[in-house]
C-alpha cells in the first residue's frame, strides 16, 4: 500500500509540474507587434502644463463654434445647449457668477481650471493654513 501512494504522489508531482511549466509558455503563440516604422519618433511626454494647454485650446473651439465663430462674443446658456456643451449648459449659473445671462470665454476658462484634476489635489495636499 505504501508503495501505490507513493506511485500515486509521484504521478500527482509529475502532472503538476507538467502543468506549472505549461502555463508558463502559454502565452508564447500571441503575435509581437511591429517593429515601430522607420524614421518614427515617440511623442513627446506629456505634462501638466501641455495637458492644460490643449485642454483650453480645445474650450476656445467649442467656445467659438458655440458662439457662431466669435471668440470674444458672449455665450448664453441656450446657444451652450444648442451647440451640445451640456457641461457648460449644466453648470451655466455657477459660471455667470454676475448673473448677466451670457458668459465670456474667460469665464468658463477660469471655471473649468477651479475643477482640474490637478488644482483639486494641489489644494487636497496643501498644508491646512488654519492649523
Excluded: C
Amino acid at each position: 500500500m505504501k508503495n501505490v501512494n507513493v506511485l500515486v504522489t509521484g504521478i500527482v508531482v509529475a502532472v503538476v509540474v507538467a502543468l506549472g511549466h505549461g502555463a508558463v509558455f502559454a502565452y508564447d503563440d500571441l503575435p509581437v507587434p511591429p517593429p515601430p516604422p522607420e524614421g518614427w519618433v515617440p511623442p513627446p511626454r506629456q505634462s501638466e502644463n501641455s495637458v492644460t494647454r490643449n485642454v483650453e485650446s480645445q474650450i476656445r473651439q467649442r467656445f467659438t463654434a458655440a458662439t457662431g465663430g466669435n471668440p470674444n462674443g458672449l455665450l448664453s446658456q441656450q446657444q451652450a445647449k444648442a451647440a451640445g456643451w451640456g457641461f457648460v449648459s449644466d453648470h451655466f449659473s455657477e459660471i455667470d457668477r454676475a448673473g448677466t445671462g451670457y458668459v465670456r470665454l474667460d469665464d468658463v476658462l477660469q471655471f473649468m481650471s477651479e475643477r482640474t484634476p490637478q488644482r483639486i489635489m494641489r489644494m487636497k495636499n496643501a498644508p491646512n493654513l488654519n492649523q
